[in-house]
């Protein structure tokens, strides 16, 4: 009798939060593998909150999910099966894996690569997978980042955020504020990240403490939230100031709840510019920023926090973490 | 007895289209020149939609214009009287006079400044001045204009607005829409100024215009007018499309008129830059833009059209034109 794969599909396009009617947890036969494939068992599920994205029927950076579809999902686990040279019995591999127990790597697709030796699974998928490498990139790349600069992090607590504002103080900035949800996130982010400041947008008026904190204006603002917090930031804005667009979570799971930034006529009167980018247009330089990351993981002056979440049927509730500010540092559900 | 002054002063803030309680007429004496000054007789007024901004008691690129000021403004006219070398009796020049009849030309702020041989001062207030210089660095420094570019234009049938599209087909744009009010409009876009399309925002349902008349997407939107055009053009964005922010006219006399662009998520999924200037900090290059706009201007290349308004007391309708759309092309107050 083969082997089961437990897998979560689209059943439902959601239009809010995902539930378990939306997600749907079923059993399907494991693929017999061909030339060149290999047999991965999922052991962590990387959950970020493009995923959610990728559900509307909406125009986006890929293709939405289909519906029957297993969701779409970074991830890693062990090859457990292997009819390729490139994949061996044993090797850990990060990789497009979906929310399922078993995928599929594929020489043709080329899309699993074998994490660093040395280097745990689920802090790979922090530090040196999708989120690492949005923040360094979005930071770098994109903000431009310059020695001096006022930067402020929104989703700060956050996987991305806490790595951004971490990488900011390594390269220099005048000043890292981090706006985060509540006071043990703002502790966090001070206390053991590094950041200078804390706005905790629960119980402060963050335009007001922006002002406050960057009298000079905001010289890079890197935004995973949008929403009123982008507006707050714009108001602040110093000359040339420039935001990175990375994410707008205020409006994932429903569209009419983030207005657009009404303060964007600051970057006239401001001569600001606001950029998005897509972690995977970097994926050629991904290996050079990969090992400044593991560099700076192994002196110890890049901290990281994985906040795991049991169970592959709970992946949907991990998701919504993301949305909750239920989560510090990278969330990850842990399959198998 | 000395000639009297006639000005107008901003009485009392608006808040909604300027009006003749909020724009007052007032007489003064004429000031006596000190050594270095020269008596400048206003013939016309640069009617900008910036000075409506000015009018508000709200962060800006320029202090506001305080109760009691005279109207800030640009314009030109004849020197009368002078104690300057720089200045001679009969020299016609520009620069920001203010509404009213008698501006105090100044060698300290060198502020004013002669116009080319041959050219009308209407002419040079339009092409050569803050509209023309706007149009040039905005499209091409602004928005890197490269050929080939699908180019997009707000405001299309005013002053900036046409220029920005003609100096786009004169450079190379692939094709050039412009967006604007009324058929009668939009025929003189094609027919008169060269662009390839007109959508006309009164009758036509912009974005799915700008979706058909741009089906691979927007390479380069130049907006003047922000609200719900900036919207529609944010959701045609090209991949890596650059939005050039100019002027938001839809919000300037009702600042809650005009939502934030909720489609500013476009700028994510299709990499997207949005970037603000304000044309004096071109102040240094203005003479190179305005040799080759002239060079353009002798070569008939370059269309311009005047939309005089007479009589100072006339300029707060002149400004009104703006936001209603009632004109076409540079509006000019005649003063004298």
């Known amino acids: 009798m083969p082997t089961p794969n437990r897998q979560v599909v689209l059943a439902v396009r959601p239009t809010a939060a995902v539930d378990a009617k939306t997600c749907a947890v079923v059993e399907s036969e494991l693929p017999d593998l061909i030339d060149g494939q290999a047999l991965v068992k999922v052991s962590h599920l990387s959950i970020d909150p493009t995923i959610r994205t990728w559900m509307d029927d909406a125009p986006g950076y890929l293709p939405p999910i289909g519906i029957g579809e297993v969701i779409r999902s970074g991830g890693g686990g062990v090859v457990v099966e292997s009819r390729s040279d490139r994949y061996r019995v044993g090797d850990v591999v990060t990789g497009m894996v979906g929310w399922q127990e078993y995928a599929v790597a594929d020489e043709a697709m080329g899309a699993m690569a074998k994490i660093p030796e040395g280097i ?30 006022v930067v402020v992090v929104s989703g700060a607590a956050g996987a991305t955020g806490s790595s951004v504002g971490q990488i900011a103080k390594i390269k220099g900035a005048g000043r890292v504020v981090g706006i985060a949800g509540g006071p043990a996130k703002c502790a966090q ?3 053991e990240l590094g950041f200078d400041e804390a706005i905790d947008y629960h119980s402060e008026n963050v335009s007001r403490r922006l002002h406050e904190l960057c009298p000079k204006g905001i010289d890079l603002f890197f935004d995973n939230v949008g929403g009123k917090i982008l507006d707050a930031a714009l108001a602040n804005l110093a000359m040339r100031g ?53 560099g700076w993981l192994a002196d110890g002056r890049l901290h990281h926090a994985e906040h795991i979440v049991d169970g592959l049927e709970h992946a949907p509730e991990a998701l919504n973490l993301l949305f909750t500010g239920g989560n510090t540092g990278k969330v990850l559900v842990r399959v198998s």
């Open 189 to 191: 982010l001070i206390d």
């Open 242 to 294: 420039r935001v990175v667009l990375c994410g707008a979570i205020a409006g994932y799971n429903d569209r009419s709840a983030a207005p657009g930034p009404a303060n964007y006529t600051s970057l006239i009167i401001r001569r600001g510019s606001m950029e998005g980018f897509i972690i995977l247009d970097y994926l050629a330089r991904w290996p050079e920023a990969q090992a400044v990351m593991a």
């Open 120 to 149: 745990d699974l689920a802090v790979a998928l922090n530090v040196l997978g999708i989120t690492g490498m949005t923040a360094y990139f979005g930071l770098l790349e994109v903000g431009r980042l310059t020695e001096g600069d």
